[in-house]
């Protein structure tokens, strides 16, 4: 896939590194004017990370944002584990377990792409009306 623009940054597998990714996320949207994706790509980028370091083990993580057209971005955390994530039924009471449907409800895309030496966890968000 060849993207219009892509920014980039690897950080460590950790709860903290949710604020650097939004931060880099609503930077790339202010760039590309699409302002009215900011905070719903920061609330999906988030998420893949919340997973990453939940479930992946890895010691850092690629977090990347792209623009493969004018009007769509595409959010993505690498990590080294191949395990794919999969969407669970969290109750009420569950204090985890609800990312996956975040993700499902505010992208209007998301997979996984296995590489060799671990995954890919990607969503797309595309811009609505005049932005």
């Known amino acids: 896939m060849s993207a219009l623009s892509t920014y980039s940054q690897t950080l460590p ?29 920061a609330l999906v980028i988030s998420e893949l990370i919340g997973n990453a370091v939940a479930h992946s083990g890895s010691r850092l993580v690629r977090v990347s944002v792209s623009r493969p057209e004018p009007c769509r971005v595409r959010l993505a955390v ?6 794919r994530p999969a969407q669970r039924d969290a109750s009420a009471d569950d204090e985890h377990g609800r990312g996956l449907a975040i993700i499902e409800a505010v992208s209007d895309a998301w997979g996984t792409d296995p590489l060799r030496w671990g995954k890919r966890v990607w969503a797309e968000l ?6």
Do not use: F, I
């Open 13 to 41: 597998c950790a709860p903290e590194s949710a604020r650097r990714a939004r931060l880099l996320v609503r930077a790339a949207c202010d760039t590309w004017q699409l302002a009215g994706l900011a905070d719903p790509a």
């Open 126 to 131: 595309h811009a609505k009306g005049d932005e």
């Open 78 to 83: 690498v990590d080294k584990s191949r395990t």
